[in-house]
């Protein structure tokens, strides 16, 4: 009932920036919170960011300052901006929302950050 899709990631020199965004459909009245998460190679999924419905937000702490989660409500559109990127950034990047149905993922995007 709830699609989310990702876009925005590629490849950027360390010290640079990039904003992904997550585009979400569907049933989006029972999305409760959206967030994003990360994969990086040799290492588990972890959390990035969250946002609730309201638009409040948390970050994993290590991440905090250097990541950003907004959305667009009018765009159906949750964003994360990631600043001064590091290589140990590079990761497959996940969109992420909990809804009245379950957890529901998107595809991801992945970031390629190069020294």
């Known amino acids: 009932q709830v699609q989310l899709v990702e876009s925005g990631g590629g490849l950027v020199q360390a010290g640079g920036s990039l904003r992904l965004s997550c585009e979400y459909s569907g049933n989006i009245f029972k999305i409760h919170a959206m967030g994003w998460y990360r994969h990086c190679p040799g290492k588990q999924r972890e959390l990035v960011a969250v946002?609730?419905?309201?638009?409040?937000?948390k970050y994993a702490e290590s991440l905090q300052g250097r990541f950003t989660i907004s959305r667009d409500n009018a765009k159906s559109t949750v964003y994360l901006q990631v600043n001064n990127l590091e290589p140990d950034d590079t990761a497959v990047y996940y969109c992420?929302?909990?809804?009245?149905?379950?957890?529901?993922w998107g595809p991801g995007t992945l970031v390629t950050v190069s020294s």
């Open positions: 946002i609730s419905s309201g638009g409040g937000t």
């Open positions: 992420h929302a909990g809804t009245t149905y379950g957890e529901v």
